[in-house]
């Protein structure tokens, strides 16, 4: 019987890992990966849930996987994922050509759910959240020199606007000790850049430990040899203590970019939010990152027009913007997510005001970033490489100062041949378009 399984994978970094884990489980399962869904038997969409754009997004790939039927009648479609564990039956009584639906639970079980989809059994099956493997054989669907590594499951911060506790379950730290025995197979493998990702990657061993350990971590998987760029997503601003700073910046693998979702700056919005801190408080602890790590890269991220937000919260949120210069940001329009608590405040902006208010701090954002790319010229700066257009004979990577899929590339010439991951100093000759280029030193 062929066994032929392609699948579509959605979201975030999180969610990608679990798509790699379940790949790699089918492919032992005796199951052929396939990278076009015209030649699978199976069609998985691992989809996202999380806000109103990535629900969109998933039922857009989930209505054209089941459009293969019409050329092929036998195909089976399953769904799992944030969306399928959020929505459930729902997913199968709105669009019930879907064959499958499994909550992220039974992720393990991939090979059996595909094994009965293959005799046409329609399968849903829910089980704990807590169920979800975190660790196992991974198939990477990243270049082959940079892998995320997931530290930690779920989120107990409880902010009223996210549905990942509920779709997720609470925060579970995974044991060190399964985390850098990947960690160093990704190493043999050839990964030479290690992306570290959790929901809240600063809680990391709060629940196992009885303490934060994240910095402990680290310093451990600095001493993995291959390893050469450790990068730190989603760090909380209120976790951030001198020993993780002092770690980021004594480490030499950890390359000195720090991503620290605040999401606001006023203390009435963070309130409304279930977050902690105010304007000063925030502007005290990047003062103080930015002290201790000079040249750090700090990223952040914003919503604007949440629910209650004043004209004057937001001016408030444009000061802070324009006061603390952030070399990467990126604001979103507050989404509306059933099952939070956000949802029922008063106050709701209408959904045009709320684009508005994020466009008008993407917009103040580009101009702040067109002047630090500016300030970059003449500088060097560590780029590890990651195509050439044999067109222009030119190479395209990123910088330190940039994660894969979210931030931007540097276009470079060199004197001599390259190979993607190879890790090269670049110095910035000019910015196009916001697009800067250079040469390899």
Known sequence: MSKKVGMVSLGCPKN?????????????????????????????????????????????NILDMVSYKEDYPSVRVLVTGCLAERYRSQILE??????????????NDICEVCDKLLGFEKVEEYPAKESLCFDGDRI??????????????????????????????????????????????????????????????????????GKNALSPLLRSLCKIEGIEWIRLLYLYPER?????????????KIVKYMDIPVQHCSANVLKRMNRQG?????????????ERIPDVTLR??????????????????????SEMQFERMGCFAYSEEEGTPAAKLDGMLPEEERTRRADIINDLQSEILD?????????????????????????????????????????????????????VSVEVINCVDGLLTGEAI
């Open 16 to 60: 990608q890992v679990d798509a790699e884990i379940m790949l790699s489980k089918l492919q032992n399962g005796g199951f052929e990966i396939v990278s076009d869904p015209g030649e699978a038997d199976i069609i998985i969409v691992n989809t996202c849930g999380f806000i109103e754009s990535a629900k969109k997004e998933s039922i857009e």
């Open 140 to 209: 990477l669907t990243t270049p082959e020199y940079s892998a995320y590594i997931k530290i930690a499951e779920g989120c107990s911060n409880k902010c009223t606007y996210c549905a990942i506790p509920s779709i997720r379950g609470e925060y579970r730290s995974r044991p060190a000790e399964s985390i850098l025995t990947e960690a160093e197979k990704l190493a043999k493998d050839g990964v030479k850049e290690l992306i570290v990702v959790a929901q809240d990657t600063t809680r990391y061993g709060e629940d196992l430990y």
């Open 240 to 252: 951030i203590d001198d020993t993780l700073i002092d770690t980021i910046a004594e480490e030499s």
């Open 371 to 423: 002047e630090i790319n500016e300030s970059l010229i003449g500088m060097e700066l560590p780029t590890i490489v990651e195509d050439y257009d044999g067109y222009t004979d030119s190479y395209y990577g990123r910088t330190v100062m940039d994660a894969p899929e979210i931030d931007t590339q540097i276009c470079f010439t060199c004197g001599h041949e390259l190979n993607n991951g190879d890790i």
């Open 94 to 107: 709105e669009i019930p050509e879907v064959d499958g639906v499994i909550g992220i639970g039974a992720n």
């Open 278 to 290: 105010d304007r000063q408080s925030l502007i005290n602890l990047f003062n103080k990152i930015r």
């Open 300 to 321: 952040t991220t914003f919503i604007a027009g949440f629910p209650g937000e004043t004209e004057e919260e937001f001016e408030e949120l444009c000061d802070f913007v």
